[in-house]
């Protein structure tokens, strides 16, 4: 929640698949979609991840229709993974001091500050040329690859997998994954005596949670697609509305039943659209 001119406002956060049913002209889903958003009791600002804007990037369509709907109402693009965590490790243990959002835009500032003309800025500057052209042509796979060996590595006790076993991969694979990113910060911790408490890391405890229940529980094989998904849903403990495909919102529904820090999500799905 973020607070402007003393009101207070909800992020919600929305995938490349709602984005493509809101952004088609004169839609009952679009309708729904401003009921959910406008809600008199606590308004709500749509929010997007970076790789969301990636993979709009790739349906020239769909990314001139994003633009010319988001142009005219509020829209806030949210950090990286990877710039989140580090806000983590830089804030820790007090990860509700963190502000997850990176662009915020609004038709009432001046043109150059445009969504359209902020964005035509950014991915003409040759850093981000790269990184676009690396996603495309070798992170993807590799972050697929990664899921890929985790799925190996976790065996359950018992026949079906259930929110025992999701807690204890998570438990499992934490300080793995956290060592991995930042080894000097855990290794001076633990040369202290000092415990490292896994609640201050919400983000690293989604996108382990999602992979969990995307490739455990589901009994499926990794897709590239996933790893978008993974990815876009990094950022759910920092917003509290998700509008989402029906198979992620069950994830989520999941971890709002089993996990306080998920407690004050409101999940939408493509079914309330209709």
């Given at each position: 929640m973020i607070k402007e001119n003393g009101k207070e406002y909800k992020l919600c956060l929305l995938d490349t698949c709602i984005i493509s049913k809101i952004v088609a002209s004169n839609n009952s889903e679009r309708q729904k979609f401003f009921e959910i958003i406008l809600n008199s009791n606590a308004p709500s600002h749509p929010c997007v991840a970076i790789w969301t804007i990636f993979e709009l990037r790739s349906k020239q369509i769909l990314y001139e229709k994003f633009i010319e709907f988001f142009s005219v109402i509020p829209l806030f693009i949210l950090k990286t993974p990877d710039h989140v965590l580090q806000d983590e490790f830089e804030n820790y243990?007090?990860?509700?001091?963190?502000?997850?959002?990176?662009?915020?835009?609004?038709?009432?500032?001046?043109?150059k500050d445009s969504l359209k003309n902020v964005l035509t800025k950014l991915f003409s500057?040759?850093?981000?040329?790269?990184?676009?052209?690396?996603?495309?042509?070798?992170?993807?796979?590799?972050?697929?690859?990664?899921i890929l060996s985790l799925k190996s590595n976790?065996?359950?006790?018992?026949?079906?997998?259930?929110?025992?076993?999701?807690?204890?991969?998570?438990?499992?694979?934490?300080?793995?994954?956290?060592?991995s990113q930042n080894p000097q910060w855990v290794i001076s911790r633990m040369k202290k005596g000092e415990s490292i408490d896994c609640d201050a890391f919400p983000s690293v405890k989604s996108a382990l949670y999602t992979?969990?229940?995307?490739?455990?529980?589901?009994?499926?094989?990794?897709?590239i697609q996933d790893v978008f998904d993974i990815l876009i849903y990094n950022s759910v403990p920092y917003v509290d509305i998700v509008i989402s495909e029906n198979f992620q919102a069950d994830i989520l529904g999941k971890l709002k039943k089993s996990d306080k820090q998920f407690s004050h999500l409101e999940i939408f799905t493509v079914k309330d659209l209709s």
């Amino acid at each position: 929640m973020i607070k402007e001119n003393g009101k207070e406002y909800k992020l919600c956060l929305l995938d490349t698949c709602i984005i493509s049913k809101i952004v088609a002209s004169n839609n009952s889903e679009r309708q729904k979609f401003f009921e959910i958003i406008l809600n008199s009791n606590a308004p709500s600002h749509p929010c997007v991840a970076i790789w969301t804007i990636f993979e709009l990037r790739s349906k020239q369509i769909l990314y001139e229709k994003f633009i010319e709907f988001f142009s005219v109402i509020p829209l806030f693009i949210l950090k990286t993974p990877d710039h989140v965590l580090q806000d983590e490790f830089e804030n820790y243990p007090f990860y509700k001091n963190i502000d997850p959002i990176l662009f915020a835009f609004s038709f009432l500032k001046p043109e150059k500050d445009s969504l359209k003309n902020v964005l035509t800025k950014l991915f003409s500057l040759p850093e981000i040329i790269q990184a676009e052209m690396d996603w495309k042509n070798k992170l993807k796979q590799d972050s697929l690859n990664s899921i890929l060996s985790l799925k190996s590595n976790f065996v359950s006790s018992n026949k079906h997998f259930n929110a025992s076993d999701a807690k204890k991969f998570y438990n499992d694979a934490f300080l793995q994954y956290i060592t991995s990113q930042n080894p000097q910060w855990v290794i001076s911790r633990m040369k202290k005596g000092e415990s490292i408490d896994c609640d201050a890391f919400p983000s690293v405890k989604s996108a382990l949670y999602t992979v969990f229940y995307r490739f455990y529980v589901a009994d499926r094989q990794p897709e590239i697609q996933d790893v978008f998904d993974i990815l876009i849903y990094n950022s759910v403990p920092y917003v509290d509305i998700v509008i989402s495909e029906n198979f992620q919102a069950d994830i989520l529904g999941k971890l709002k039943k089993s996990d306080k820090q998920f407690s004050h999500l409101e999940i939408f799905t493509v079914k309330d659209l209709s």
